[in-house]
């Protein structure tokens, strides 16, 4: 039997980002995935191909470069697409990536707006690049840690200091802001607010009028290079470029092999058990499962600290997403077309987010444990006669019911709100597939079907990621990592956890 | 027209426009307050509303003043005295109740008849949030750092906070960040699972604020109400003997023997400005006053956009002030009783009326009260905070009689439609019929009322959109944010003018502590 030096439970696109990572240093690395395909949420399941939890992403260009991943087919920067809000009366705004053109669209809800769109993507850009710093720093345990961790957070705060005074401050202001309050600042439709704002709510049980997101606005915003989703029906592309180059640099992935457990002994890891009972040793394991399952589920409540073990339920994982797919007899952007005529052709990104009271009314019925009846919707068209919709708000926790029997009330609530906007839509539909939350947990295995392992927000950011202490990717136990997107950096299909980990594992 | 010189002009006769009075002549100056209306105190005002009633207007309870306020100023030798309010009594839908005694052991025998877990928690949690409120204590008695700046001071400031970072435990610094962060649901959560337990700890999560215990960053307005709990003479939220007039009365009897001049019906029309300084004010009937240094307790609106020409200012800091959110969200009803509130969970009179009694049998409750607000409705079935201040102290009301003071939230500002007479019973009628529920003789007992919406506070306090705290405590709005970046040291763009005022750090609360900290600023900035 092999030795490893480094098992990775999982093989989503941070648990490969982080094998190739450590194949590229020299270690032998075993990725073990309970699946049958690699690619956790970037992958569907063979009865709708190209239909996964997610919907639409891009990997941080460093790591597209770094693992060489253009020779398996994969672009650091994916075409640009606009993203058009559809409104009532087939009335569209189209936010174009090309700033004036957008301010052309904006201007019909707003001079002044589209005046100052421009400004809104510069300082959004700015914001981004900033959240992307503070992603590629490890952040150590605070307030005590030694001079080498430090640098890089010293680097981080220069970095922020470097944007200048006011850029500075006006970041620092956003992050706790809602994104209601963000939006109003800038603009003065309300078209433009929301359209703007759902980016802010995008995955998360919040309403754009809860404190933070802000924060979730330019997480979003720097994931996606801007407002509209890249490669969207093609994040299982991703996946795939990353298991050939990791194979090629020599690391071992089996699949349909499901971890059960990982075994520890006197508060340092051993190695893995298999659900066929097979037992893996190795030094190091990197968990690319949520938190609340590798900590809880996996290592176990007794293999822990007690406040720990009390942190580690206290994660909040709150999915309230649920995913659509619909297959129609005509493409869709004649669909589309036929009852939205300004939106542009390009359009890759659609949202139904008509005004800020919308998107808020939508999250209310969330909170007492309901699925919405008006809900935000993100729509994406992978292939020509495909739909794939994001669906806000869908919670894991039903309040009055269960998920076998909310199904169909979910499939309905989508064509009827869809309807209302592509009035011919209901002709031309032939079938429909979904993901409830309760789907994307026992198919993907992401508690409470949470698709980013863990809310973004405010009191889960940073250091406090996903286990204040355990943002630098250590737990507890000596020789476990974890590398999935409920660490900080992670969220969406960026990749940035797993290349943090792996970062983290080598210097370790 | 009539000209008047002086070291120091405050605008406002609130508590913190006496404090920083009265700080500011502590030290030497010749300082005059000019309050706009006849009596001074502010938003803290006793009044006679019906003959015999005397109503604790806006602010009835204290707690948070300052211990070291109350020390330097000798507030007690100026008539300050607080009387306790031992407990808190939650009537609960289903007919039961929640209280908290002023004994432990009745508390915890209480807790442990809805909840053993929660009843086992209760002294950990309190202990906790004691420890944090510690821990923030040396936050609020500082000047706030600007983190863009380079000058000396302000690097000194962020060296000051940086060591006190590392001076926490990481166990405490953690729990900080968690609390200044989190919503109040998810730490109340996180510890306790009785609905009116946790509804009633999460309604000191949302007062003055216009959030739902739902949103992120209401832990620390939670943990803001708690530093009271702590601090000086008195342990928990007291009641000030003639109400909360009372306090202010103190503090102006204080600033008075200092030397302090205090001129009442005087409001003040503009702020004077010569050669880019600020000179003095004048009033509305024309009299003019001169000084060196003209401070506002007024809040960041009236200070920076009523008092100031905007041309004296940068633009951008224009643009900021104005996006300062000030919505006001809680109202209060002022009744006048022939007889006790009778609550059916636990009839007669007895200790609870002593006490507070609070209608907020879950967060669910709240929040739902939030959700109307937040598109422009009074909340139904709002959370209402009574208490009966001529239990406390009989001077209150004739005898035999009683005055009862109910904030509630959520009352908007912006109420969908405007505010006119009839929304203001549709108000009173939905508090009226929320505590009939709990108690059915109250609606028999009322001899009168007054009615105070938001824009009432604004008419009558002076206070612009209403708002408590002269701004909402959200997390962009505290610290080195509070009232805008760059400007949180209590100076201002316009050099000889400060605000004083819960506008800035740390916020407000009848605490005194902006009062005092912009005294301190303005002295060190004296030539």
Same mark, same amino acid.
């Given at each position: 039997?092999?030795?490893?030096?480094?098992?990775?439970?999982?093989?989503?696109?941070?648990?490969?980002?982080?094998?190739?990572?450590?194949?590229?240093?020299?270690?032998?690395?075993?990725?073990?995935?309970?699946?049958?395909?690699?690619?956790?949420?970037?992958?569907?399941?063979?009865?709708?191909?190209?239909?996964?939890?997610?919907?639409?992403?891009?990997?941080?260009?460093?790591?597209?470069?770094?693992?060489?991943?253009?020779?398996?087919?994969?672009?650091?920067?994916?075409? #640009?697409?606009?993203?058009?809000?559809?409104?009532?009366?087939?009335?569209?705004?189209?936010?174009?990536?090309?700033?004036?053109?957008?301010?052309?669209?904006?201007?019909?809800?707003?001079?002044?707006?589209?005046?100052?769109?421009?400004?809104?993507?510069?300082?959004?850009?700015?914001?981004?690049?900033?959240? &992307?710093?503070?992603?590629?720093?490890?952040?150590?345990?605070?307030?005590?840690? &030694?001079?080498?961790?430090?640098?890089?957070?010293?680097?981080?705060?220069?970095?922020?200091?470097?944007?200048?005074?006011?850029?500075?401050?006006?970041?620092?202001?956003?992050?706790?802001?809602?994104?209601?309050?963000?939006?109003?600042?800038?603009?003065?439709?309300?078209?433009?607010?929301?359209?703007?704002?759902?980016?802010?709510?995008?995955?998360?049980?919040?309403?754009?009028?809860?404190?933070?997101?802000?924060?979730?606005?330019?997480?979003?915003?720097?994931?996606?290079?801007?407002?509209?989703?890249?490669?969207?029906?093609?994040?299982?592309?991703?996946?795939?470029?990353?298991?050939?180059?990791?194979?090629?640099?020599?690391?071992?992935?089996?699949?349909?092999?499901?971890?059960?457990?990982?075994?520890?002994?006197?508060?340092?890891?051993?190695?893995?058990?298999?659900?066929?009972?097979?037992?893996?040793?190795?030094?190091?394991?990197?968990?690319?499962?949520?938190?609340? @399952?590798?900590?809880?589920?996996?290592?176990?409540?007794?293999?822990?600290?007690?406040?720990?073990?009390?942190?580690?339920?206290?994660? #909040?994982?709150?999915?309230?997403?649920?995913?659509? @797919?619909?297959?129609?007899?005509?493409?869709?952007?004649?669909?589309?077309?036929?009852?939205?005529?300004?939106?542009?052709?390009?359009?890759?990104?659609?949202?139904?987010?008509?005004?800020?009271?919308?998107?808020?009314?939508?999250?209310?019925?969330?909170?007492?444990?309901?699925?919405?009846?008006?809900?935000?919707?993100?729509?994406?068209?992978?292939?020509?006669?495909?739909?794939?919709?994001?669906?806000?708000?869908?919670?894991?926790?039903?309040?009055?019911?269960?998920?076998?029997?909310?199904?169909?009330?979910?499939?309905?609530?989508?064509?009827?709100?869809?309807?209302?906007?592509?009035?011919?839509?209901?002709?031309?539909?032939?079938?429909?597939?979904?993901?409830?939350?309760?789907?994307?947990?026992?198919?993907?295995?992401?508690?409470?079907?949470?698709?980013?392992?863990?809310?973004?927000?405010?009191?889960?950011?940073?250091?406090?990621?996903?286990?204040?202490?355990?943002?630098?990717?250590?737990?507890?136990?000596?020789?476990?990592?974890?590398?999935?997107?409920?660490?900080?950096?992670?969220?969406?299909?960026?990749?940035?956890?797993?290349?943090?980990?792996?970062?983290?594992?080598?210097?370790? | 027209?009539?000209?008047?010189?002086?070291?120091?002009?405050?605008?406002?006769?609130?508590?913190?426009?006496?404090?920083?009075?009265?700080?500011?002549?502590?030290?030497?100056?010749?300082?005059?307050?000019?309050?706009?209306?006849?009596?001074?105190?502010?938003?803290?005002?006793?009044?006679?509303?019906?003959?015999?009633?005397?109503?604790?207007?806006?602010?009835?309870?204290?707690?948070?003043?300052?211990?070291?306020?109350?020390?330097?100023?000798?507030?007690?030798?100026?008539?300050?005295?607080?009387?306790?309010?031992?407990?808190?009594?939650?009537?609960?839908?289903?007919?039961?109740?929640?209280?908290?005694?002023?004994?432990?052991?009745?508390?915890?025998?209480?807790?442990?008849?809805?909840?053993?877990?929660?009843?086992?928690?209760?002294?950990?949690?309190?202990?906790?949030?004691?420890?944090?409120?510690?821990?923030?204590?040396?936050?609020?008695?500082?000047?706030?750092?600007?983190?863009?700046?380079?000058?000396?001071?302000?690097?000194?400031?962020?060296?000051?906070?940086?060591?006190?970072?590392?001076?926490?435990?990481?166990?405490?610094?953690?729990?900080?960040?968690?609390?200044?962060?989190?919503?109040?649901?998810?730490?109340?959560?996180?510890?306790?699972?009785?609905?009116?337990?946790?509804?009633?700890?999460?309604?000191?999560?949302?007062?003055?604020?216009?959030?739902?215990?739902?949103?992120?960053?209401?832990?620390?307005?939670?943990?803001?109400?708690?530093?009271?709990?702590?601090?000086?003479?008195?342990?928990?939220?007291?009641?000030?003997?003639?109400?909360?007039?009372?306090?202010?009365?103190?503090?102006?009897?204080?600033?008075?023997?200092?030397?302090?001049?205090?001129?009442?019906?005087?409001?003040?029309?503009?702020?004077?400005?010569?050669?880019?300084?600020?000179?003095?004010?004048?009033?509305?009937?024309?009299?003019?006053?001169?000084?060196?240094?003209?401070?506002?307790?007024?809040?960041?609106?009236?200070?920076?956009?009523?008092?100031?020409?905007?041309?004296?200012?940068?633009?951008?800091?224009?643009?900021?002030?104005?996006?300062?959110?000030?919505?006001?969200?809680?109202? #209060?009803?002022?009744?006048?009783?022939?007889?006790?509130?009778?609550?059916?969970?636990?009839?007669?009179?007895?200790?609870?009326?002593?006490?507070?009694?609070?209608?907020?049998?879950?967060?669910?409750?709240?929040?739902?009260?939030?959700?109307?607000?937040?598109?422009?409705?009074?909340?139904?079935?709002?959370?209402?905070?009574?208490?009966?201040?001529?239990?406390?102290?009989?001077?209150?009301?004739?005898?035999?009689?009683?005055?009862?003071?109910?904030?509630?939230?959520?009352?908007?500002?912006?109420?969908?439609?405007?505010?006119?007479?009839? #929304?203001?019973?549709?108000?009173?009628?939905?508090?009226?019929?929320?505590?009939?529920?709990?108690?059915?003789?109250?609606?028999?007992?009322?001899?009168?009322?007054?009615?105070?919406?938001?824009?009432?506070?604004?008419?009558?306090?002076?206070?612009?959109?209403?708002?408590?705290?002269?701004?909402?405590?959200?997390?962009?709005?505290?610290?080195?944010?509070?009232?805008?970046?760059?400007?949180?040291?209590?100076?201002?763009?316009?050099?000889?003018?400060?605000?004083?005022?819960?506008?800035?750090?740390?916020?407000?609360?009848?605490?005194?502590?902006?009062?005092?900290?912009?005294?301190?600023?303005?002295?060190? &900035?004296?030539?």
């Amino acid at each position: 039997m092999p030795n490893y030096d480094i098992i990775i439970v999982g093989a989503g696109h941070n648990g490969l980002t982080a094998a190739a990572t450590l194949a590229k240093a020299g270690k032998r690395v075993l990725v073990l995935e309970k699946r049958p395909v690699v690619g956790g949420a970037c992958v569907g399941d063979g009865n709708a191909p190209g239909f996964a939890p997610f919907l639409g992403g891009m990997l941080r260009p460093d790591i597209i470069r770094t693992l060489g991943l253009e020779r398996y087919g994969l672009q650091p920067a994916p075409a #640009k697409a606009a993203f058009t809000s559809l409104l009532p009366g087939s009335d569209t705004l189209t936010l174009d990536p090309d700033a004036t053109q957008a301010a052309e669209s904006i201007r019909r809800f707003s001079e002044k707006d589209a005046a100052r769109w421009p400004d809104f993507v510069a300082f959004m850009g700015k914001a981004a690049a900033f959240l &992307d710093a503070s992603y590629r720093t490890i952040i150590p345990p605070l307030p005590k840690f &030694d001079l080498t961790e430090g640098i890089p957070l010293a680097q981080l705060g220069l970095k922020l200091r470097g944007m200048g005074r006011r850029d500075m401050l006006n970041i620092i202001r956003a992050l706790p802001m809602t994104a209601q309050e963000l939006t109003e600042e800038w603009f003065e439709s309300d078209v433009v607010r929301a359209a703007v704002a759902s980016l802010g709510i995008h995955g998360v049980t919040l309403g754009v009028m809860s404190a933070g997101t802000g924060f979730n606005l330019i997480h979003n915003w720097l994931n996606r290079g801007g407002m509209a989703q890249p490669n969207p029906g093609h994040t299982g592309e991703i996946a795939s470029a990353l298991a050939q180059a990791a194979k090629a640099l020599g690391v071992e992935i089996r699949t349909s092999a499901e971890v059960t457990r990982i075994r520890v002994e006197r508060e340092t890891v051993r190695g893995v058990t298999l659900a066929s009972g097979e037992e893996i040793s190795a030094p190091v394991v990197l968990s690319n499962a949520d938190p609340k @399952r590798t900590l809880l589920g996996l290592v176990g409540a007794p293999e822990l600290p007690p406040t720990f073990v009390w942190q580690s339920r206290n994660i #909040k994982m709150r999915g309230s997403v649920a995913k659509l @797919r619909i297959t129609l007899a005509t493409p869709a952007a004649n669909l589309i077309r036929l009852s939205a005529p300004q939106s542009a052709p390009a359009s890759a990104t659609f949202v139904i987010a008509p005004s800020l009271r919308y998107l808020e009314k939508a999250y209310d019925t969330a909170k007492y444990g309901q699925v919405s009846e008006n809900p935000y919707l993100e729509i994406t068209v992978p292939t020509a006669n495909t739909l794939d919709v994001h669906f806000q708000f869908a919670p894991y926790s039903l309040k009055q019911s269960t998920w076998d029997l909310e199904r169909e009330t979910l499939h309905q609530l989508t064509l009827d709100t869809l309807s209302e906007y592509i009035p011919t839509l209901h002709a031309s539909r032939i079938t429909i597939h979904s993901l409830t939350p309760l789907d994307l947990e026992q198919t993907y295995g992401l508690t409470e079907g949470d698709l980013n392992h863990g809310q973004i927000m405010l009191d889960q950011f940073f250091f406090m990621r996903p286990i204040p202490g355990c943002a630098d990717h250590t737990t507890p136990i000596d020789g476990l990592y974890l590398c999935g997107s409920g660490v900080h950096a992670g969220g969406g299909v960026s990749g940035a956890s797993g290349r943090n980990a792996a970062r983290k594992v080598l210097k370790g | 027209m009539t000209l008047h010189t002086y070291d120091a002009i405050i605008i406002g006769g609130g508590h913190n426009g006496l404090i920083n009075a009265a700080y500011l002549a502590r030290a030497g100056k010749k300082v005059i307050v000019l309050e706009r209306r006849p009596i001074v105190g502010g938003a803290a005002v006793t009044e006679e509303i019906f003959p015999g009633f005397h109503f604790t207007e806006f602010s009835y309870v204290v707690s948070l003043l300052r211990p070291e306020i109350i020390r330097e100023l000798e507030l007690p030798r100026h008539g300050l005295k607080i009387l306790p309010l031992p407990s808190t009594f939650t009537p609960m839908e289903n007919g039961d109740y929640l209280a908290a005694w002023d004994d432990h052991d009745l508390t915890r025998r209480e807790l442990y008849r809805h909840s053993p877990k929660d009843a086992e928690a209760y002294d950990e949690y309190a202990r906790v949030m004691v420890r944090m409120a510690m821990a923030v204590k040396p936050l609020i008695s500082l000047v706030p750092p600007d983190p863009s700046s380079l000058s000396i001071r302000d690097l000194m400031g962020l060296l000051k906070v940086g060591e006190y970072a590392a001076s926490l435990s990481q166990k405490d610094l953690y729990q900080l960040a968690k609390l200044v962060t989190q919503s109040s649901a998810d730490l109340l959560d996180e510890w306790f699972e009785t609905d009116a337990l946790k509804g009633t700890k999460s309604a000191s999560g949302i007062i003055g604020t216009f959030l739902g215990p739902r949103s992120p960053g209401t832990a620390y307005v939670l943990l803001h109400h708690y530093m009271g709990e702590i601090d000086g003479a008195f342990r928990a939220w007291g009641f000030a003997k003639n109400g909360s007039g009372g306090v202010t009365a103190s503090i102006a009897s204080a600033a008075r023997a200092l030397g302090v001049k205090i001129r009442t019906q005087s409001p003040v029309k503009q702020v004077t400005v010569k050669n880019g300084r600020a000179v003095g004010v004048a009033l509305e009937n024309g009299d003019e006053f001169h000084a060196k240094v003209v401070v506002s307790a007024a809040d960041p609106k009236r200070t920076f956009l009523q008092f100031v020409e905007p041309k004296y200012f940068p633009d951008e800091f224009v643009t900021q002030i104005r996006n300062f959110r000030t919505r006001g969200s809680s109202g #209060k009803l002022n009744i006048a009783l022939s007889e006790l509130p009778n609550f059916t969970a636990l009839p007669g009179d007895g200790p609870l009326h002593r006490g507070a009694i609070s209608i907020s049998p879950s967060i669910d409750y709240i929040e739902r009260a939030y959700d109307d607000a937040k598109y422009g409705q009074v909340s139904r079935r709002p959370y209402i905070d009574m208490i009966i201040p001529s239990m406390i102290d009989p001077d209150m009301a004739p005898p035999g009689q009683h005055v009862m003071s109910c904030f509630v939230q959520y009352v908007p500002y912006d109420v969908e439609g405007g505010w006119t007479d009839e #929304k203001k019973d549709q108000f009173a009628e939905h508090v009226i019929a929320t505590i009939e529920q709990y108690a059915p003789n109250f609606r028999r007992a009322i001899i009168g009322k007054q009615v105070i919406t938001p824009v009432d506070i604004e008419r009558i306090a002076g206070i612009t959109g209403g708002n408590i705290f002269h701004g909402e405590l959200l997390l962009h709005q505290l610290f080195f944010l509070r009232p805008a970046p760059q400007w949180a040291d209590f100076r201002t763009p316009l050099p000889g003018y400060y605000l004083a005022a819960s506008g800035a750090h740390p916020g407000g609360g009848v605490m005194g502590a902006a009062g005092k900290l912009a005294a301190m600023e303005i002295l060190k &900035d004296w030539k």
